[in-house]
């Protein structure tokens, strides 16, 4: 699976930005697609994620400002972001797994790092 990104760029506190993922490849194997974010010197944190059957999931830090939803027909993943913070400022990665342990196109992976792709990764900037 490749992802492709697009969006992010500089923005004020309190503003509203939307990311987009594209996803081509052996999309049928996707299972959960997912946003993370890394700033320097940490680790890349998750900011939402959504399965196959629609299911989403955030953390506490972003939950009721960020919203993940996916387009299975054009293989899309978005991210909306509200009420933006500086806290917000990070590298914003796309992600997609497969099922650990399924066999999809002739592939198998045993763990979450085997079986995850990344986009290239946008940089989102929040000015106070």
């Known amino acids: 699976v490749q992802l492709v990104e697009f969006g992010g760029g500089l923005v004020q506190a309190g503003d509203s930005l939307s990311l987009s993922c594209a996803a081509s490849?052996?999309?049928?194997?996707?299972?959960?697609m997912a946003w993370y974010r890394q700033t320097p010197g940490k680790e890349r944190e998750l900011v939402a994620s959504i399965s196959s059957g629609g299911t989403t999931h955030y953390p506490d830090s972003v939950k009721g400002r960020f919203t993940i939803s996916r387009d299975k027909d054009t293989n899309t993943a978005y991210l909306r972001s509200d009420s933006l913070i500086p806290e917000d400022t990070a590298v914003y990665y796309c992600?997609?797994?497969?099922?650990?342990?399924?066999?999809?196109?002739?592939?198998?992976?045993?763990?979450?790092?085997?079986?995850?792709?990344w986009g290239q990764g946008a940089q989102v900037t929040v000015s106070s």
């Open positions: 992600a997609a797994d497969r099922s650990v342990g399924d066999v999809c196109s002739g592939f198998i992976c045993y763990t979450d790092a085997a079986c995850r792709s």
């Open positions: 490849g052996d999309t049928h194997c996707i299972s959960k």
